[in-house]
């Protein structure tokens, strides 16, 4: 959409809050039954104010031999209502803006660094006004250059034909002893954890012979066996579902019926198979960066939606944040957050202790 768009949207949103602003503050916040703090506004945390009534200017408007006039001392307001202030004033034709600010949650520095991308912002739009909201840029060539430098940006070559289970068993051969997994007073090394799915991948492979792009659903409480089942369905070459087993049976019958799963994991299926009898031996069958590694669903206004995600989809946003150091975590660490979150959870309730281990809790 272009800010033209987002604009005639904006307008008429606001237009249509208008017809309620004369309902009372209190009784709304009553009714919506919001928690009360006094320090903070119970229903925003930015105010955006524009004053776009007559200036009237005294010493043109009143008769001075009535009436004595001395300059006003400007004086600083000390306390900030809100986190965020934005103050529009029209004045002979110009916009003045007034950013009033809480200094516990920003600086001067970020202010200023605010209010200069907002000024670049304005120009794009005042320039081009059609453009699409995501071809904008607001950065100015210092601000770019400092990013790039902060950040240090840099080209990290790796197989383009990796999947998540070929970098998975690399650190099982580098770090064969570490610690993988943690959940309560058991544990889990690279080793024991690659045996153990690996063993699991065989028994779908022999039961169900599961095939490329196949579904099989995890409906698990967290805990060892949900990292071992993921993966164990990608080393057998299917594709994992994630189902919370709190969620209510309509929804969980739903999600079954909707994705087709060729098999389906849970505490019944865990107990009735003796994984410990079945090889641990490493899957000869080869899967590819192309092929579909899991299946979400996500609340979709008023139905749940089912998205396909591919391994090489996974494995982008992992090596971005590996390479670049902007999540300090492994690939099991990784899988347990897509897996969690995206099950619908409000936190992945992950505690990271070391880079290569992920620890897994019940409480949120």
């Not at 200036?55 to 408007?61: A, D, F």
């Not at 902007?326 to 992945?348: E, F, K, M, N």
């Amino acid at each position: 959409d272009s800010y033209r768009k987002l604009l005639g949207l904006t307008r008429e949103v606001t237009l249509g809050g208008y017809e309620h602003q004369l309902y009372p503050f209190d009784e709304l916040v009553d009714e919506l039954n919001l928690q009360r703090d006094i320090s903070r506004n119970p229903l925003f945390d930015v105010l955006v104010v524009l004053q776009n009534n007559k200036i009237v200017n005294l010493k043109s408007e009143i008769d001075q031999t009535s009436l004595k006039l001395i300059e006003y001392e400007k004086q600083t307001r000390l306390i900030s209502k809100f986190d965020l202030s934005f103050i529009f004033i029209e004045i002979q034709g110009e916009i003045q803006l007034t950013l009033e600010y809480n200094s516990d949650l920003y600086n001067e520095d970020t202010i200023i660094k605010f209010a200069t991308h907002l000024n670049e912002l304005y120009k794009v739009i005042i320039k081009q006004p059609a453009l699409s909201l995501t071809d904008i840029q607001f950065l100015t060539s210092a601000n770019k250059a400092e990013y790039i430098l902060k950040h240090d940006f840099r080209t990290v070559a790796y197989s383009t034909e990796s999947t998540v289970v070929s970098l998975f068993e690399s650190q099982v051969l580098a770090t064969p002893e570490a610690v993988a997994v943690v959940y309560g007073d058991r544990s889990l090394s690279y080793r024991e954890l690659n045996e153990a799915s690996n063993r699991l991948a065989h028994y779908l492979l022999r039961t169900y012979d599961i095939q490329s792009d196949d579904l099989v659903g995890i409906l698990l409480e967290r805990g060892e066996w949900m990292i071992i089942s993921i993966l164990a369905v990608l080393k057998a070459g299917g594709a994992y579902v994630p189902i919370d087993p709190d969620y209510p049976q309509e929804r969980i019958s739903y999600m079954l019926e909707d994705s087709g799963c060729k098999a389906v994991i849970d505490i019944n299926f865990l107990n009735a198979v003796d994984i410990d009898q079945t090889q641990s031996g490493y899957i000869k069958k080869a899967s590819t960066k192309n092929q579909l590694s899991c299946m979400i669903y996500l609340n979709h206004d008023t139905k749940i939606q089912g998205i396909l995600l591919r391994n090489d989809s996974i494995l982008n946003i992992y090596l971005w944040d590996f390479y670049l150091d902007l999540l300090s975590v492994d690939l099991i660490d990784y899988l347990y957050r897509l897996l969690v979150l995206y099950a619908g959870q409000t936190s992945s309730s992950l505690q990271l202790e070391t880079t290569f281990t992920a620890t897994i809790s019940d409480d949120f």
